[in-house]
């Protein structure tokens, strides 16, 4: 019987079959493949960033979920104002100025000058001096020549020109001034040159510090401001610190507003180019990821779907995120919190300066030699200009509570001169700060004469 042979079997063409070829999936999601992961990584991180943020930088004025309603609020103001308002009622029904023991005679470590004119409305001076001296230990009493000039022409148009509780102070009286200066100061009032107005009051108090104090360090501040409890004792630790850095310095800024801050010189276009960094950036990210996603899914099935998918949501979702987050958010929520920082620009305004001594005759000369201008902008361009060093404490030790001004401008510019971190600050920690720094703060900002001028 023949023996038939069955043909071989036909091979299979892949390429050129008809029979239907099964797709790997393009698109695992799964919690445990790369993708599904990072795609979960992305949204814990947006969510939680988005929390933290509407709950805390709020209080951030370049932030995106800065809430002025809030930011505004006056909650430590408040409260050291509560509490220190007796301290001036008090000084009003005595007339030996006991409540305060003034230093008169005596080596102080900062001479405080106050100047202070009469407002259309509201007058602050009386805050200003009380949250100043109050609650002070003997010792930092005794550190502090605290003086106040009534800066109108005619002194006894202010208010509270001659009150009682003026005592408290070391000093406080009217211009001592020749007639010839009288005569500029009365120009200045008619053609309502303020700012020039502003620079001789500043310069007449440094010099007032200067002639008639030994005081290693001179404050200026302005008549609307509140100190933090423990200001004292927290500007003395500062002024040790600085001394220890080896550049010169012009001064040491109580007060501060988050309004000026931002991206360093370096990356400020940024804000100001946010299509450039932040939407040009984003579109082109999700474009990109968009094409690769296409690309993948047409070539052939050899390819690793699973790298075409974790490429297309790091491109397409998490890049995008991580950018969306850092332009709302701004640099300003990851600033210092707490300390002396090096602060040569922005440092908005000059509510509560502290100046070494030796540095203060070359900025009288500078200031004449200008004669106008804002006092804040004169007096960064002698910095910059001598190169010296600024720093400032964080959160800051004064708060700028005048939102009427003196000087004509607008409530939506008063408010910008306004301390966020001040507000934020608790009453109790502030206290305890202020008994643990009390001990030795004095001592060792006069520890070493050589050196407190330096």
Request: proline share 5%; net charge neutral; hydrophobic share 40%.
């Amino acid at each position: 019987m023949p023996i038939r042979l069955k043909s071989p079997p036909r091979s299979l063409d892949l390429e050129t079959s008809t029979l239907p070829v099964q797709r790997e999936k393009t698109h695992d999601f799964s919690a445990r493949s790369t993708a599904g992961r990072l795609l979960i990584c992305t949204l814990v991180i947006g969510i939680s960033t988005l929390i933290y943020s509407w709950s805390t930088l709020w209080i951030v004025p370049q932030s995106f979920f800065f809430n002025p309603d809030k930011a505004y609020e006056y909650r430590y103001s408040d409260h050291r104002l509560q509490e220190t308002r007796p301290y001036i009622a008090a000084a009003n029904v005595s007339s030996d100025g006991s409540l305060a023991s003034p230093v008169s005679g005596n080596s102080p470590v900062i001479c405080a000058a106050m100047v202070t004119v009469k407002r259309k409305t509201v007058q602050y001076v009386s805050d200003s001096v009380s949250t100043m001296l109050s609650g002070l230990t003997p010792e930092e009493r005794n550190a502090i020549d605290a003086r106040l000039l009534f800066a109108n022409i005619d002194a006894t148009v202010h208010p509270n020109w001659n009150e009682t509780w003026l005592d408290v102070l070391d000093w406080w009286g009217a211009y001592n001034i020749t007639d010839g200066e009288t005569a500029m100061l009365r120009k200045y009032k008619a053609e309502k040159h303020v700012y020039a107005k502003g620079l001789f009051d500043y310069t007449y108090m440094l010099e007032q510090c200067l002639n008639e104090t030994t005081a290693p360090y001179i404050a200026l501040l302005e008549d609307d401001i509140v100190f933090a409890d423990g200001w004292v004792a927290k500007t003395l630790d500062a002024l040790a610190t600085i001394r220890q850095k080896p550049e010169p310095w012009l001064y040491l800024r109580l007060f501060f507003t988050e309004w000026q801050l931002g991206w360093d010189k370096d990356v400020d276009s940024m804000a100001t180019n946010p299509v450039l960094w932040f939407v040009l950036p984003t579109v082109f990210s999700v474009v990109l990821a968009l094409a690769f996603k296409v690309r993948c899914y047409h070539i052939k099935r050899d390819i690793n779907h699973a790298h075409c998918t974790w490429t297309w949501v790091m491109l397409g979702i998490t890049i995008p995120t991580i950018l969306t987050l850092i332009f709302l958010i701004r640099p300003d929520g990851f600033r210092p919190t707490k300390g002396v920082v090096e602060m040569n620009t922005k440092g908005c305004c000059a509510q509560a300066l502290v100046y070494p001594r030796n540095q203060v005759p070359a900025l009288i000369d500078h200031i004449r030699e200008v004669a106008r201008g804002p006092t804040d902008l004169v007096i960064e361009k002698y910095a910059n200009k001598a190169e010296l060093a600024r720093y400032a404490i964080v959160p800051q030790l004064v708060q700028h509570v005048g939102l009427i001004s003196t000087r004509g401008m607008p409530k939506k510019w008063t408010q910008q001169t306004w301390a966020f971190g001040f507000e934020g600050q608790k009453a109790e920690q502030l206290k305890l700060e202020h008994k643990q720094l009390a001990r030795w703060g004095i001592w060792r900002a006069q520890s070493d004469d050589d050196t407190l001028l330096s």
